[in-house]
């Protein structure tokens, strides 16, 4: 059974500081992995995709990275700024049956960026 | 614009009542789904719909219904029989339901329980 695991839970920084955010699965068995942001009481907004072939994506200050063999990706964030303050969420598109897949999300990281 | 809408943002049931969440995309989407927000868990796939006029069961299906009778609308009923239905709901679509498209999401409807 997928599981997807999002370390740390919560973070606090100091704006301008350059951070890094965890997801890890247990499953390689992967499609893709999406980041999600998300503010408080609102949907989520896709930042980022990357497809199971590929390393890297990059979108502005963001960057992440997708390390299959491993279990791992990260979302870099460059320069915090306040307005990134919001929950980040990791999910793993993995096959449901059939031409079907679903993602299996993780719980967040709620970060905090201090001005 | 293209996007996901969602109604109402906020609804409130009594017990024994069945609600309808209103989902409505003009994306072209084929995919469609429905996913239950919970304090401290990730989300959870309720039901999902690859093509007009058809839909699957997902983790968490029981006390739910969905229709999905025009490409661009994809209602969810709760039922009475859903026991602890106070959640925020989220409902998303995608180009195609395999292979590795990306899903993207409505505002939510936050639905309490009186």
């Known amino acids: 059974k997928q599981e997807v695991t999002q370390i740390p839970a919560a973070l606090s920084v100091p704006e301008g500081e350059n951070l890094v955010l965890n997801c890890s699965f247990t499953?390689?068995?992967?499609?893709?992995l999406q980041w999600f942001r998300q503010d408080p009481g609102k949907g989520l907004t896709s930042l980022l995709l990357?497809?199971?072939?590929?390393r890297e994506q990059t979108s502005g200050r963001l960057n992440a990275s997708l390390d299959k063999s491993s279990g791992r990706s990260t979302l870099y964030i460059a320069a915090s700024q306040p307005g990134d303050s919001a929950t980040y969420l990791c999910?793993?598109?993995?096959?449901?049956?059939?031409?079907?897949?679903?993602?299996?999300f993780g719980t967040g990281t709620l970060l905090a960026v201090q001005p | 614009d293209g996007g996901i809408t969602q109604s109402p943002k906020y609804l409130f049931r009594k017990e024994g009542q069945n609600v309808t969440l209103s989902c409505e995309q003009n994306?072209?989407?084929?995919?469609m789904y429905w996913y239950r927000q919970d304090p401290g868990q990730g989300l959870r796939l309720i039901y999902y719909?690859?093509?007009?006029?058809?839909?699957q069961k997902g983790d968490i299906a029981e006390g739910y219904s969905v229709s999905r009778e025009k490409k661009e609308s994809f209602p969810l009923t709760v039922t009475s029989a859903q026991k602890n239905p106070t959640a925020f709901y989220l409902c998303?679509?995608?180009f195609g339901g395999g292979g590795s498209g990306e899903q993207f999401f409505g505002p939510g409807t936050r639905l309490t329980v009186l």
């Open positions: 998303a679509s995608s």
């Open positions: 499953d390689s068995a992967i499609y893709n």
């Open positions: 990357i497809q199971s072939s590929q």
């Open positions: 999910a793993a598109s993995m096959n449901y049956g059939g031409a079907t897949n679903k993602l299996i």
């Open positions: 994306l072209n989407h084929d995919a």
């Open positions: 719909s690859q093509i007009v006029n058809d839909f």
